[in-house]
C-alpha cells in the first residue's frame, strides 16, 4: 500500500477566496490524481497529474479554477479557486503503486465554503 | 461512456448475516476493477482489486467476484458485523483511459448489533 498524506484534512473559508490543499506520498510515484466529493454523491476525478508536465483535466474541470502543481514524484498541490459555497466537497488525492494498478486514497480534505 | 451502477444504494442487516453488495458496468473493456470502504468523512480504503484476467479474489471475510461478459461485479462479505458499517464503493478502469477510475455510487451499508 502507500502512505498518502493530505493537508488540510478540513478547513472553513469564505466565498471568494481560494485554497490549497497538499498531497505528500511516502515514495516516488509517476501518476497522481485528483478527484471530488460532493455531499453525498460518489467520486469524480478533476485531473492527472505527472511530474515534469501540465496536469491533464476532466470535462467539467479547468485549469483557472483547479490550479494543480507536481513538482516532484512525492508532492502534488490542488488549488480551490474564488471559491463559491458550490465548492464545498472532500477533494481526495489518490496515487498508483506498482504494476497491478491499484489506487489508493488519502484521508482527504474537507473544504467547506460559506 | 463507461456507466457504473450499484444496487442497492442503502442496505440494514442484523449483526451475523452475510452482506452481497452488486456492482454493474456498461463498458466491458474493463482493466481492472476495485471495491472500497469509506468511512463518514473519510478517505477510501482498499479491499480488493480484480483484474481483468480474474474472476475472484479473497481477502479474510471479504470475497469479490467478476463477470467481466455480463458487467457486473459482487462482494460478499460473511459474518457481518457492526464494524463492517460504512459506504462500499466499487470503481473500474478503463483499458484505453490509463489508470482513470469511474466509480458506482456506492452502498450504504448498516449492520445492526
Known amino acids: 500500500s502507500a502512505v498518502i498524506s493530505q493537508k488540510p484534512s478540513r478547513d472553513i473559508c469564505q466565498r471568494g477566496t481560494s485554497l490549497t490543499i497538499q498531497c505528500q506520498v511516502d515514495s516516488q510515484v509517476t501518476m497522481m490524481f485528483w478527484y471530488r466529493q460532493q455531499p453525498g454523491q460518489s467520486l469524480t476525478l478533476i485531473a492527472t497529474?505527472?511530474?515534469?508536465?501540465?496536469?491533464?483535466?476532466e470535462s467539467g474541470f479547468v485549469i483557472d479554477k483547479f490550479p494543480i502543481s507536481r513538482p516532484n514524484l512525492t508532492f502534488s498541490t490542488l488549488t480551490v479557486s474564488n471559491m463559491s459555497p458550490e465548492d464545498s466537497s472532500i477533494y481526495l488525492c489518490?496515487?498508483?503503486?506498482?504494476?497491478?494498478?491499484?489506487?489508493?486514497f488519502g484521508e482527504g480534505s474537507r473544504l467547506t465554503v460559506l | 461512456k463507461q456507466e457504473v451502477t450499484q444496487i442497492p444504494a442503502a442496505l440494514s442487516v442484523p449483526e451475523g448475516e452475510n452482506l452481497v453488495l452488486n456492482c454493474s458496468f456498461t463498458d466491458s473493456a474493463i482493466y481492472n476493477l476495485q471495491w472500497f470502504r469509506q468511512d463518514p468523512g473519510k478517505g477510501l480504503t482498499s479491499l480488493l482489486l480484480i483484474q481483468s484476467s480474474q474472476r475472484e479474489q479473497t481477502s479474510g471475510r471479504l470475497n469479490a467476484s467478476l463477470d467481466k461478459s455480463s458487467g457486473r461485479s459482487t462482494l460478499y462479505i460473511a459474518a457481518s458485523q457492526p464494524g463492517d458499517s460504512a459506504t462500499y464503493l466499487c470503481a473500474v478502469t478503463l483499458k484505453a483511459a490509463g489508470n482513470k477510475l469511474t466509480f458506482g455510487g456506492g452502498t450504504r451499508v448498516l449492520v445492526k448489533p
Open positions: 497529474a505527472n511530474q515534469g508536465s501540465e496536469a491533464t483535466y
Open positions: 489518490s496515487v498508483d503503486r506498482g504494476w497491478s494498478g491499484e489506487l489508493f
